[in-house]
């Protein structure tokens, strides 16, 4: 019932920037996480960047000091800006949001957690 839509990847020159935009739709009571996950040819899908409901960012290693999460609650989006970018940044970008869905069944409204991937966005960075 949670759509999850990413946008801003494409190709970048090393030492660029990009912005990857994440917004969530559909039946969303609240969302309490967003993530950001990247996964390059031949590799696992790696864990970039958190921030909590609260708004606690928390990264990975190898992008701390050149990636920036962020969140807009009024939008259900969540924003990866992306400076400093290397060769090694060449994956593509995947959002997952986690939170609480609101329906309405056999006559009273049911609250639900869900965790919802988007499709992914390819990001490069290359010469």
């Known amino acids: 019932q949670v759509q999850v839509v990413e946008s801003g990847g494409g190709l970048v020159q090393p030492g660029g920037s990009l912005r990857l935009s994440c917004a969530a739709s559909?039946?969303?009571?609240?969302?309490?996480?967003m993530h950001w996950y990247r996964q390059a040819p031949g590799k696992q899908r790696d864990l970039v960047a958190t921030?909590?409901?609260?708004?606690?960012?928390n990264y990975a290693d190898y992008v701390k000091g050149r990636f920036t999460i962020s969140r807009d609650n009024a939008k259900n989006t969540v924003y990866l800006q992306m400076n400093s970018l290397k060769s090694e940044d060449t994956a593509v970008y995947y959002c997952?949001?986690?939170?609480?869905?609101?329906?309405?069944?056999?006559?009273?409204?049911?609250?639900?957690?869900?965790?919802?991937w988007g499709q992914g966005t390819q990001v490069t960075v290359s010469s």
């Open positions: 997952n949001v986690e939170g609480v869905t609101t329906s309405q069944a056999m006559g009273s409204r049911r609250f639900v957690p869900f965790g919802s």
């Open positions: 559909g039946s969303i009571f609240s969302i309490n996480a």
């Open positions: 921030i909590t409901s609260g708004g606690t960012p």
